[in-house]
């Protein structure tokens, strides 16, 4: 999942990652913002003041505006608001110390304010129209006809009594929206377990998990916690208290917030002339308004129908064979039910694949695979970063330097407990080069990463030349792991599950879209800066590569006999994976409802337990489990707001994008090149719509995404259950 910006972010909205003017000063950890809530803060308002010097020399350009001497200075202005608000932001989700994190929380606020000014400064508007780009290159156009959009979208236009209320509503909107994710970052619960209700979960999950004194054990809703639970429990009452305790995590506290929010939201749309702040949230999109979401959803609905009731029927059979007495299958017990199916139908079990995919060896074939298909390389930095815990690495193309990320990848207290890819510095071409993040919430990493040894180190690498590393360097690092491996200390190898592995390619998608996309001519056309509703198609896409078999032998190896997964077992989990699709694609849509009906109607008469249930029983056939507030950690709402039904529209593009590839070789067929050049090398520089024609010669087509949906009945894999 990538992190959007808000519309509430309005100014800063067209520039999707941050950077700096200068190689210094350019992250908040160097200068103490990690430890200390003063040290943000100071950092913070060196960025704002540079901001503000930025704007006061473009309104005193004297004679001919032109890109050069005056959408470079405003160019500068937002590359360092967004560097601010960029790191402010990750530091809220990641600080160690509760008070960096309340403090970091305050800076995106005072971050998001600036930019709201920003986007009702009639005199920055004027300066920008006036600007000549007759002889600009395209991109440049581009930027600026974008730029003076969302300056109109924001309300520029209006007198000063209404810029001022909408400058109110959005600091509200903006402060509301903090507050709704912090409840859920840090509105984390657990549950106790007796021992008879732990059947069916993994014996390196139970180890995890030690019996306190009365003979319980604690269980969180952290994602490595509660995933298992939901899907290998043989007890109903365990799933049925993790669900509750899982979707109730910010009740009640974000319910009235999000109503808040819903009508401050509301009231800007209203302003500026909008029916809703669904057709507000669009109207800048690919989609272009609230009217064709529904057009596509309905689309879907089609598609997805008579599948998932098929699948329905063919897990409930299966379920009231096993409980005679069974007459539904709750919400609580849905993944449960269909993990026991998969087993049935396909001989396949999905615990039976975890040993095979450690977190480390996992990370390393995330890496490789990387490198293989973008040409570039990966080498451990010795930069510093926010937490011991995470890993530093430098991307490298040709010898050159060309972008850095930050893998902070598994759970620890006070973190977003989400998986997410963030922006951390946006590149420039030729001045600045991007840097990026994953935050993940994975199993393992209960103790420093081991550092990579030289024969690690080279197989990181897309490029044939040897990684040049100093051998003293080198030394340390095998010493390090030989000390490490003498003091023979338990660890948790942190096993995943295939869809965890996939989950992870999918968030390094976002990461390669930042770097490679982030050496374009302007700061507000690097890295993630497309529209909103096409940031998900390089990630999406990125999914589909390891359902191939010798990719995923490259890596999946059971971390104690060091056996590759077989052959046989990943045809298994491939037909076993393909069955439940159609279920998904109902799922998408309770959402992607929800998100849109939620922005598309009066928040006055919104009744929140009402129309959640609601929706859910009109899209969904799992009985409805009373007690269910999911709409109050429904994290999505802040960021994509209305525009929830990317991830299912971007799933469209992706599966036609992935068709171009070559199946027999993957990473090394012309489509690869073609796709880096014609779409992530672009950043923001052209419309989503003209990425799309240039990759594919045309626009996105149904049939691909129709193919996958089905695959599971045209190929009729779904055996009889025994």
């Given at each position: 999942?990538?992190?959007?910006?808000?519309?509430?972010?309005?100014?800063?909205?067209?520039?999707?990652?941050?950077?700096?003017?200068?190689?210094?000063?350019?992250?908040?950890?160097?200068?103490?913002?990690?430890a200390?809530?003063?040290?943000?803060?100071?950092?913070?308002?060196?960025?704002?003041?540079?901001?503000?010097?930025?704007?006061?020399?473009?309104?005193?350009?004297?004679?001919?505006?032109?890109?050069?001497?005056?959408?470079?200075?405003?160019?500068?202005?937002?590359?360092?608001?967004?560097?601010?608000?960029?790191?402010?932001?990750?530091?809220?989700?990641?600080?160690?110390?509760?008070g960096?994190?309340?403090?970091?929380?305050?800076?995106?606020?005072?971050?998001?304010?600036?930019?709201?000014?920003?986007?009702?400064?009639?005199?920055?508007?004027?300066?920008l129209?006036?600007?000549?780009?007759?002889?600009?290159?395209?991109?440049?156009?581009?930027?600026?006809?974008r730029?003076?959009?969302?300056?109109?979208?924001?309300?520029?236009?209006?007198?000063?009594?209404?810029?001022?209320?909408?400058?109110?509503?959005?600091?509200?909107?903006?402060?509301?929206?903090?507050?709704?994710?912090?409840?859920?970052?840090?509105?984390?619960?657990?549950?106790?377990?007796?021992?008879?209700?732990?059947?069916?979960?993994?014996?390196?999950?139970?180890?995890?998990?030690?019996?306190?004194?009365?003979?319980?054990?604690?269980?969180?809703?952290?994602?490595?916690?509660?995933?298992?639970v939901?899907?290998?429990?043989?007890?109903?009452?365990l799933?049925?208290?993790?669900?509750?305790?899982?979707?109730?995590?910010?009740?009640?506290?974000?319910?009235?917030?999000?109503?808040?929010?819903?009508?401050?939201?509301?009231?800007?749309?209203?302003?500026?002339?909008?029916?809703?702040?669904?057709?507000?949230?669009?109207?800048?999109?690919?989609?272009?308004?609230?009217?064709?979401?529904?057009?596509?959803?309905?689309?879907?609905?089609?598609?997805?129908?008579?599948?998932?009731?098929?699948?329905?029927?063919?897990?409930?059979?299966?379920?009231?064979e096993?409980?005679?007495?069974?007459?539904?299958?709750?919400?609580?017990?849905?993944?449960?039910?269909?993990?026991?199916?998969?087993?049935?139908?396909?001989?396949?079990?999905?615990?039976?694949?975890?040993?095979?995919?450690?977190?480390?060896?996992?990370?390393?074939?995330?890496?490789?695979?990387?490198?293989?298909?973008?040409?570039?390389?990966?080498?451990?930095?010795?930069?510093?970063?926010?937490?011991?815990?995470?890993?530093?690495?430098?991307?490298?193309?040709?010898?050159?330097?060309?972008?850095?990320?930050?893998?902070?990848?598994?759970?620890?207290?006070?973190?977003?407990?989400?998986?997410?890819?963030?922006?951390?510095?946006?590149?420039?071409?030729?001045?600045?080069?991007?840097?990026?993040?994953?935050?993940?919430?994975?199993?393992?990493?209960?103790?420093?990463?081991?550092l990579?040894?030289?024969?690690?180190?080279?197989?990181?690498?897309?490029?044939?030349?040897?990684?040049?590393?100093?051998?003293h360097?080198?030394?340390?690092?095998?010493?390090?792991?030989?000390?490490?491996?003498?003091?023979?200390?338990?660890?948790?190898?942190?096993?995943?599950?295939?869809?965890?592995?996939?989950?992870?390619?999918?968030?390094?998608?976002?990461?390669?879209?930042?770097?490679?996309?982030?050496?374009?001519?302007?700061?507000?056309?690097?890295?993630?800066?497309?529209?909103?509703?096409?940031?998900?198609?390089?990630?999406?896409?990125?999914?589909?590569?390891?359902?191939?078999?010798?990719?995923?032998?490259?890596?999946?190896?059971?971390?104690?006999?060091?056996?590759?997964?077989?052959s046989?077992?990943?045809?298994?989990?491939?037909?076993?994976?393909?069955?439940?699709?159609?279920?998904?694609?109902?799922?998408?849509?309770?959402?992607?409802?929800?998100?849109l009906?939620?922005?598309?109607?009066?928040?006055?008469?919104?009744?929140?337990?009402e129309?959640?249930?609601?929706?859910?029983?009109?899209?969904?056939?799992?009985?409805?489990?009373?007690?269910n507030?999911?709409?109050?950690?429904?994290?999505?709402?802040?960021?994509?707001?209305?525009?929830?039904?990317?991830?299912?529209?971007?799933?469209?593009?992706?599966?036609?994008?992935?068709?171009q590839?070559?199946?027999k070789?993957?990473?090394?067929?012309?489509?690869?090149?073609?796709?880096?050049?014609?779409?992530?090398?672009?950043?923001g520089?052209?419309?989503?719509?003209?990425l799309?024609?240039?990759?594919?010669?045309?626009?996105?087509?149904?049939?691909?995404?129709?193919?996958?949906?089905?695959?599971?009945?045209?190929?009729?894999?779904?055996?009889?259950?025994?």
């Amino acid at each position: 999942m990538w992190q959007p910006r808000s519309l509430e972010d309005s100014a800063t909205m067209s520039v999707e990652t941050p950077s700096a003017t200068e190689n210094k000063n350019i992250h908040a950890w160097d200068d103490g913002g990690a430890a200390s809530a003063a040290a943000l803060t100071a950092w913070v308002g060196a960025r704002l003041a540079a901001h503000e010097n930025a704007l006061a020399r473009l309104l005193a350009v004297q004679g001919e505006r032109t890109p050069e001497n005056s959408l470079s200075l405003y160019d500068e202005a937002i590359e360092q608001l967004n560097l601010a608000g960029a790191q402010a932001g990750i530091l809220n989700s990641v600080a160690e110390d509760k008070g960096v994190r309340d403090q970091a929380q305050l800076e995106a606020q005072r971050v998001s304010v600036a930019g709201s000014a920003l986007s009702l400064n009639r005199e920055v508007y004027e300066a920008l129209v006036a600007i000549n780009v007759e002889k600009a290159s395209p991109a440049t156009k581009h930027y600026l006809e974008r730029t003076l959009l969302s300056y109109r979208l924001a309300g520029v236009d209006k007198d000063q009594p209404t810029r001022d209320r909408l400058q109110t509503l959005h600091e509200k909107a903006t402060r509301l929206s903090l507050e709704f994710s912090r409840n859920i970052q840090e509105g984390g619960k657990t549950i106790q377990a007796t021992a008879d209700e732990l059947e069916g979960l993994p014996a390196d999950y139970l180890a995890r998990h030690p019996f306190d004194a009365d003979g319980n054990v604690v269980i969180s809703t952290d994602p490595p916690d509660m995933q298992p639970v939901m899907t290998f429990a043989a007890n109903s009452s365990l799933r049925e208290r993790m669900f509750l305790a899982y979707n109730t995590r910010a009740y009640p506290a974000n319910r009235q917030v999000l109503l808040d929010l819903l009508a401050t939201r509301q009231e800007i749309a209203s302003i500026l002339g909008f029916r809703s702040w669904a057709d507000l949230a669009t109207a800048d999109q690919m989609m272009q308004s609230a009217a064709n979401v529904r057009t596509f959803l309905e689309k879907l609905n089609e598609a997805s129908r008579d599948g998932a009731k098929h699948e329905h029927k063919l897990v409930l059979d299966f379920a009231r064979e096993r409980h005679g007495n069974l007459k539904e299958i709750d919400i609580t017990s849905r993944g449960y039910w269909y993990e026991q199916f998969r087993r049935a139908a396909f001989d396949f079990d999905s615990q039976s694949v975890r040993p095979y995919f450690p977190y480390a060896q996992v990370e390393a074939g995330v890496l490789k695979t990387a490198a293989q298909l973008f040409k570039v390389e990966f080498r451990r930095s010795q930069a510093t970063a926010w937490h011991r815990s995470v890993s530093v690495f430098d991307v490298f193309e040709g010898g050159v330097h060309v972008g850095r990320f930050y893998l902070d990848m598994h759970p620890r207290e006070g973190k977003d407990k989400w998986f997410s890819a963030a922006p951390v510095v946006t590149g420039v071409r030729g001045r600045v080069i991007p840097e990026a993040a994953l935050i993940c919430n994975f199993p393992g990493g209960d103790e420093e990463p081991v550092l990579l040894t030289p024969q690690q180190l080279e197989t990181l690498s897309g490029e044939p030349e040897h990684i040049p590393q100093q051998q003293h360097e080198l030394e340390a690092r095998a010493a390090e792991a030989e000390r490490r491996a003498s003091q023979q200390t338990p660890r948790d190898p942190g096993l995943l599950q295939y869809s965890d592995v996939v989950t992870f390619f999918h968030e390094f998608g976002h990461l390669m879209h930042a770097i490679l996309g982030g050496h374009t001519e302007w700061v507000g056309l690097s890295g993630f800066a497309t529209e909103g509703d096409f940031i998900e198609v390089p990630s999406q896409m990125l999914e589909e590569f390891f359902r191939d078999e010798k990719l995923l032998q490259s890596f999946a190896k059971h971390y104690e006999t060091g056996e590759v997964l077989p052959s046989e077992t990943i045809k298994k989990m491939k037909h076993a994976g393909s069955f439940g699709r159609a279920d998904w694609v109902r799922s998408q849509l309770y959402y992607t409802t929800l998100s849109l009906d939620l922005h598309d109607q009066d928040p006055t008469k919104l009744d929140l337990d009402e129309i959640t249930k609601r929706l859910y029983q009109s899209l969904q056939p799992w009985t409805w489990a009373d007690g269910n507030r999911m709409y109050a950690s429904f994290g999505h709402l802040t960021g994509y707001s209305s525009n929830y039904y990317t991830y299912a529209f971007d799933k469209v593009i992706a599966l036609d994008f992935f068709g171009q590839f070559d199946p027999k070789d993957l990473l090394g067929c012309e489509a690869g090149a073609r796709y880096r050049k014609t779409v992530i090398e672009q950043g923001g520089s052209k419309p989503g719509r003209q990425l799309v024609r240039d990759f594919l010669g045309r626009d996105e087509e149904f049939s691909a995404f129709s193919k996958w949906l089905n695959e599971e009945f045209e190929e009729q894999v779904v055996a009889g259950v025994r």
